[in-house]
């Protein structure tokens, strides 16, 4: 699938029919959410890192397109890669070393050391992303005002429309604030001109009700590879009980 069928399977939803993107964490759980019948996957940061041995936000950038490179190869879906902030690569480099491992899109956040970059800044550079791109990355902007905090006095769902409008007028595909209450879902997704990605978890709403509520797609995080460790920590217990 190219990059313009990926991009087509983020129109046109109905509203509970989400697009729902497993994450895999390596080439053999890619292909067991291929074979599952998924039409396109969304490798998380948190869980490739895990699956090379680095802590989250510690790959380094050329282990972390090497495994996205891997789970590419395994599947005959697309694949979105989670490449944080862009390792402080230029534009071009980091659009040309994702392209060479035959992703289709990307995630980019709008933090760092753990803050909040300036919206213009991030602005800037999501459109230098998209202009050495041109059509061959879908770009998905990530917001973190939920998990990083606003300022004192500042209303975290005002600024986070204003950040999602800056970044889909800066040429990003869609807009994925990360950790939003579900209860701002409806009107994130009226204010934002972009399809809306949103964070699903064990213990939250369905992906059904995420897309009832304003989503258009459905990403987990590291949360399969998670629950994949606890059932493999089951097993080890078990072993270990004989």
């Not at 534009?91 to 899109?105: H, I, Q, S, Y």
């Not at 889909?168 to 869609?174: L, P, V």
Request: hydrophobic residues 45%; glycine residues 8%.
């Amino acid at each position: 699938m190219t990059v313009s069928a990926f991009r087509a399977l983020h129109h046109g939803r109905t509203s509970g029919d989400p697009l729902v993107l497993p994450g895999p964490w390596d080439a053999a759980s890619a292909r067991v959410f291929a074979d599952a019948g998924f039409p396109a996957l969304a490798a998380p940061s948190a869980g490739v890192a895990a699956s090379v041995g680095y802590k989250d936000g510690a790959t380094p950038a050329a282990e972390m397109f090497a495994a996205v490179a891997r789970i590419v190869r395994a599947v005959s879906v697309p694949v979105s890669a989670d490449i944080e902030a862009g390792y402080g690569l230029p534009p071009k480099e980091l659009v040309e070393r994702l392209l060479d491992t035959g992703a289709v899109g990307c995630n980019l956040e709008d933090s760092a050391d753990g803050a909040l970059l300036d919206p213009q800044e991030q602005a800037d550079r999501l459109a230098q992303v998209r202009a050495a791109a041109g059509e061959r990355l879908f770009i998905n902007a990530r917001v973190d005002t939920y998990v990083r905090g606003v300022p004192d006095g500042t209303d975290p769902e005002t600024e986070t429309i204003a950040r999602a409008r800056l970044y889909a007028a800066a040429g990003a595909d869609c807009i994925y604030p990360i950790a939003a209450p579900p209860e701002s879902l409806p009107r994130l997704a009226a204010a934002v001109p972009a399809p809306l990605n949103v964070f699903a978890v064990p213990d939250g709403p369905t992906p059904r009700r995420l897309g009832e509520l304003g989503a258009t797609r459905i990403t987990f995080g590291p949360g399969l590879q998670l629950q994949a460790m606890a059932a493999v920590r089951e097993i080890a217990d078990r072993l270990h009980a004989l």
